[in-house]
């Protein structure tokens, strides 16, 4: 009797039927975004003059946002291998760039230039009026591996000069 | 019906309190249509517009249904008022008829400026304008016409709205080059992504000042130096639109609405820094 009573108190026990059935409200945070929120995956820095890190920093100037996302790159498969993010703004738009981080890694630049914010979006069931945020994303993604492919440019040619000088 | 309610404190409380500045962004966009309409009124003065309505003053549909009806005249110039038929003086915004004491419908053909006697100018003299707005509301506002037609309370309302989101958007300089801007035609309002990689750069660095800073002293700090940033962004913004440089006009409020953001922040974590002590006190002080 009084583990029942515990049990409903604490609501810890799997597979009950909550006696009280949950009032949905309009309009709440889907619980992706929820989730990226309060467990952001890949908040961080990495650094910036790293010739393996391409750095992608965009904002949205109508609602303040500004999203720095940054990937890592191997030099010898050219595949991303780490990736973090820095956002400053709302909910939608924090979850969107720690989304992004998650679903680089592992891929290949020309890959992860694939990803549309479409998708992003349907992934954390954005409200049509934050489908900006995972504009964003998009563009962030882009503008990092930009920067990270201007990057290895400038290395690759580098060392052409390095190998001509020195053959 | 709540919107409404939030919008119209009683106008004795309108003249004791000092209206709340709040982001000025949120309202304008129900305005967007404003100008647009507005626009395009005065190139075609002389179509006959109907007269749509809808009882919420923020409500974006009966912005956009909503026309003046003056506009349906032949002769567009003069306006009349519909209860007394006295011609507008021309010397004043013709939201009231002085003749009869009748509150006009809204005509979007008169702009924010316009509404409060000044020069359609980005530079005003923001202290002259609460003294007109007050003078407005004695005139305009809901709770002076309650004994009074269906159709004048109306007028009442969305004169009254306008008026007052007139006041808001004049105050505050990036809502007013926001607005001015509008006039011109240009949308700044988009969700439009930009790379300028000094700007955020700046941005960022502000930001993560913001959310490293230990104590109300460094975040005061931080705010004073945006206010500063404001200031200057908004000098150069009144210099690149005088020039009609829309495009850096454009860049300037981009750059007001980040300043502005992080100010915004430095006040909020001011407030929660001072709550959480306030909570630790009351958690460690025995009661």
Redesign the interface.
């Known amino acids: 009797m009084l583990r029942l009573v515990a049990k409903r108190l604490l609501g810890t026990a799997s597979g009950d039927i909550p006696s009280r059935p949950l009032q949905i409200l309009p309009r709440l945070y889907h619980e992706n975004v929820i989730d990226h929120y309060n467990n952001p995956r890949n908040v961080g820095s990495f650094d910036k003059n790293d010739p393996n890190v391409g750095t992608g920093l965009v904002g949205a100037p109508a609602c303040g946002d500004v999203m720095k996302l940054q990937i890592k790159i191997d030099e010898e498969s050219g595949k991303i291998v780490d990736a973090c993010f820095k956002t400053f703004g709302c909910g939608s738009a924090i979850a969107s760039s720690s989304v992004a981080t998650e679903w680089v890694k592992g891929k290949s630049m020309d890959e992860v230039l694939t990803i549309k914010n479409t998708e992003i979006a349907k992934h954390l069931s954005l409200p049509p009026v934050k489908l900006h945020c995972s504009m964003l994303a998009e563009d962030a993604i882009k503008a990092a591996v930009k920067d990270a492919e201007a990057k290895r440019a400038k290395t690759n040619a580098t060392l052409k000069g390095a190998d001509v000088k020195s053959g | 019906m709540y919107k409404m309610m939030q919008l119209w404190t009683p106008l004795s409380t309108v003249f004791r309190r000092v209206l709340p500045t709040t982001c000025c962004l949120a309202s304008f966009t129900a305005n967007s249509q404003f100008a647009s309409l507005s626009s395009h009124l005065q190139s075609s003065s002389r179509v006959p517009l109907r007269y749509g309505l809808d009882f919420s003053p923020y409500s974006k549909i009966s912005l956009l249904s909503f026309c003046s009806q003056s506009a349906a005249k032949l002769d567009s110039t003069t306006k009349r008022c519909w209860n007394c038929l006295a011609e507008a003086t021309g010397s004043t915004p013709f939201l009231y008829c002085d003749s009869c004491r009748s509150i006009q419908p809204v005509d979007l053909s008169i702009d924010y400026f316009k509404i409060f006697g000044l020069e359609k100018k980005y530079e005003i003299e923001v202290d002259g304008l609460e003294g007109k707005y007050k003078d407005w509301q004695k005139k305009l506002h809901p709770d002076l016409v309650h004994s009074k037609s269906e159709k004048e309370r109306e007028y009442a309302a969305e004169q009254s709205a306008r008026v007052i989101d007139a006041y808001r958007t004049l105050s505050k300089p990036l809502s007013r080059a926001i607005y001015i801007l509008r006039l011109e035609g240009v949308d700044?309002?988009?969700?439009?992504?930009?790379?300028?990689?000094e700007?955020?750069?700046e941005?960022?660095e502000i930001?993560?000042a913001v959310e490293e800073a230990t104590d109300s002293q460094a975040l005061n700090q931080v705010q004073s130096r945006m206010n500063e940033k404001l200031e200057e962004t908004s000098d150069s913004f009144a210099n690149a639109f005088q020039r009609r440089n829309l495009d850096e006009a454009v860049t300037c409020?981009?750059?007001m609405?980040?300043y502005?953001?992080?100010s915004l922040c430095c006040s909020c974590n001011v407030i929660m820094g001072s709550t959480t002590l306030r909570i630790e006190e009351m958690i460690t002080t025995d009661v």
């Open positions: 700044v309002d988009e969700e439009q992504t930009v790379s300028d990689p700007l955020l750069t941005i960022m930001r993560e409020i981009q750059k609405t980040y502005q953001r992080a």
